[in-house]
């Protein structure tokens, strides 16, 4: 089969494409039709099928696999492991399942889940989907305002929780900020469920707080029955990382995810029933959705959730896992792979990594030091992919299982399956042929698993996604890129962070990867800052790897700039900072840092890890302002 045919063949005839994909997962009852867009932008998929993406993720596992291991938790924070069978895994998703239909949870009520890594939140989002009620994760590094907002936006008629998360050996409290967020929130739940980890003490609320412990085993034995909804019911509401701006609430269907994620675990991940799939994400972004909870099961294989960071009890700790449970398919991001690169290489040789094929890294740009440390670091196929929250699972990627594809490096790949994508000039709506930079958009009907709509605001969706390029009803990424004569897609940054320096357009990312080849540089930011002569000039932060020796760097980086990319794209300072703002995802909010660096109030930074980063920018800043 080639790739190139195949993925015509998804954009001309998606009937018959996804026609045939959906027959990975199991159907109640057959669709009537495959696609319905009859009202675009708004894509109808398997409508009138009725399915279940618990029954795909665990119950159609127990003819076969009901002793095989469907989740192991590890927590090196409270130095807990625990695995769980798909028939353990079945059961305790029956028990969470009673507990929601005793407390009047019901169809298409929501149900907010705000919780650490640990395997209850598994069960509450599995529990959920079982009853066709609606989740919505939110991160647990979330404060108190951006949760509440959440809560107002979804009105979930229950919470589910802990009293604490724990990072870095402390215990992080979660029910006393869910309480202070209720407070902050006008639709206030009607009960909050707590899974009691022992790990602080903690308030309740009479009448509305549960015991997860006592409730459970109220319904040990209880088996709810799969709720079989539509293909097109909403199975999760998730919000966008918030890195330019205010999050927005995307809407996920039932049959064309579980359908996307199904094909998905085939033709990117390569991935087998019955092996070990290990997504180092959290259960509070798009990928800890689809490929630490929903892809992983649906494909019958066993799924690790991992509490902690990756430097404890030492480096080697996510690679132990990896030999411990033979895992075959890793899935991380480049900001854990730049935490890697700072430690002993030795940590990643130490174990056995015979099982594992190849690493998946996304979410941000993947830069080449980064890329070639850590594969010369475990000697496996390293494997960027792009994607965004509303697009749910990989938009480009090599798609690995389909024909064996060079890899180019800084390059994503290919458009997958169903994906129309385009490059356009836009001012003029244009289509670009290669190397030729522009937004990159996707043609409408977007392919299963997409976002159905932003939640509660069709007209929200149209207006943000759809009708940004002037004369062209086509959904906007808001990236910025490069195709080249192979049509590998390049991405150079955010449609935001251009930089427009004497009528050149350059993206973030070109100059940032041009100063990412210095030795002495660990990370890099890029942004554009206003300029009286030339518009704009680019300015760049940069962490050094040897804080003691970077008297010249500054000039170095320059001279780097020049060499690569030329004198038009040569920032006029280059900062030296010991750390740079980013989101709690692990992303540089540039435009926090062009505000900073333009003397502007950098807005909404609630989504910002450490929000004191902002200011010791502000001061390296004043010492040395922009010219
Ligand atoms: P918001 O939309 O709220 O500003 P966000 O865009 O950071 O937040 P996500 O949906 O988590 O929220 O991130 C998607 C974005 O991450 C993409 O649009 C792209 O800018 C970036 N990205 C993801 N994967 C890659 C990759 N492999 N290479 C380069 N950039 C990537
Ligand atoms: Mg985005």
Redesign the pocket.
């Known amino acids: 089969m080639s790739y190139k045919s195949e993925h015509e063949r998804s954009i001309q005839d998606p009937d018959s494409f996804w026609g045939e994909q959906a027959k990975r997962i199991h159907w109640e009852k057959p669709f009537k039709q495959v696609l319905d867009y009859s009202n675009p932008p708004f894509a109808k998929w398997f409508e009138g099928g009725l399915t279940n993406i618990c029954f795909n993720a665990v119950d159609r596992h127990l003819a076969d696999r009901a002793d095989q291991i469907a989740l192991v938790a590890v927590s090196t924070e409270t130095n807990q492991e625990k695995t769980f069978t798909f028939k353990e895994l079945y059961e305790e998703v029956n028990r969470m399942a009673a507990i929601y239909q005793a407390n009047g949870v019901k169809k298409g009520d929501r149900v907010l889940i705000y919780m650490p890594m640990v395997a209850q939140a598994c069960f509450a989002m599995l529990a959920c989907v079982r009853i066709g009620a609606i989740h919505s994760v939110v991160f647990g590094g979330f404060a108190s305002h951006s949760l509440a907002s959440r809560i107002d936006d979804a009105q979930p008629k229950m919470i589910v929780t802990t009293e604490a998360g724990a990072r870095g050996g402390k215990a992080v409290p979660y029910k006393p900020l869910l309480d202070e967020a209720i407070n902050l929130a006008t639709c206030k739940p009607e009960k909050v469920l707590i899974v009691n980890r022992g790990l602080i003490e903690f308030t309740t609320v009479a009448g509305r707080d549960l015991d997860y412990a006592a409730e459970r085993q109220k319904h040990l034995h209880d088996l709810v029955p799969i709720e079989w909804v539509d293909a097109t019911h909403t199975s999760y509401i998730l ?10 609430g995307v809407q996920r269907d039932t049959g064309g995810y579980a359908v996307a994620l199904a094909s998905s675990m085939d033709h990117i991940f390569c991935a087998k029933p019955g092996e070990t799939f290990f997504c180092t994400s959290d259960i509070g ?2 990928v800890g959705h689809g490929y630490i909870i929903y892809g992983p099961l649906i494909h019958g294989m066993a799924t690790i959730m991992y509490e902690g960071t990756p430097l404890r009890p030492d480096a080697g700790i996510w690679w132990e896992l990896v030999e411990k449970y033979k895992v075959s398919v890793m899935f991380s991001a480049p900001t854990a792979a730049r935490v890697l690169k700072k430690q002993d290489p030795a940590f990643l040789t130490k174990y056995d990594l015979s099982s594992l094929r190849a690493l998946f ?6 830069d080449e030091p980064t890329a070639t440390w850590i594969h010369g670091a475990i000697n496996k196929p390293i494997v ?7 697009t749910g699972w990989p938009t ?1 990627a090599i798609q690995r299982g389909v024909e064996v594809m060079p890899h180019k490096f800084g390059s ?1 790949g290919l458009p997958s399956f169903g994906f129309n994508m385009k490059l356009l000039d836009d001012a003029n709506a244009e289509e670009l042929g290669p190397n030729k930079k522009g937004v990159i958009v996707i043609e409408g009907p977007l392919p299963p698993g997409c976002m159905q709509t932003v939640w509660g605001d069709d007209k929200r969706f149209i207006s943000t996604y759809w009708e940004t390029i002037p004369g062209k009803t086509v959904y906007s ?3 910025w890129g490069i195709k080249d004569d192979d049509g590998y897609f390049f ?1 150079l940054g ?1 449609t935001d962070d251009v930089i427009n320096v004497a009528g050149h357009r350059l993206g973030t ?1 070109e100059i940032e990867e041009s100063i990412s080849g210095h030795a002495n540089v660990s990370e890099v930011a890029v942004v554009g800052i206003e300029d009286k002569l030339k518009g704009q000039a680019a300015i760049a932060f940069v962490i050094p790897k040897d804080a003691s020796n970077t008297a010249t760097l500054e000039a170095e980086c320059m001279k780097t700039v020049d060499s690569t990319l030329g004198a038009i794209a040569r920032p006029g300072r280059v900062y030296i900072v010991t750390a740079l703002p980013k ?1 709690r ?1 692990g ?1 540089i909010v540039r435009r926090a840092l062009q505000a900073v660096a333009e003397g502007r109030d950098p807005g909404d930074i609630s989504t910002m890890e450490d929000q004191t980063v902002l200011a010791q920018i502000r001061g390296v800043i004043e010492q040395r302002p922009p010219t």
Do not use: C
Request: hydrophobic share 25%; net charge positive; proline share 8%.
């Open positions: 919000y966008t990382s918030g890195t330019t701006g205010k999050p927005k972004w798009v890294l996304a979410g941000e740009p993947l960027d992919n792009y994607w965004q929250t509303e480009l994503p990424t808001f990236d991405i955010r990312r989101t995802s992303k």
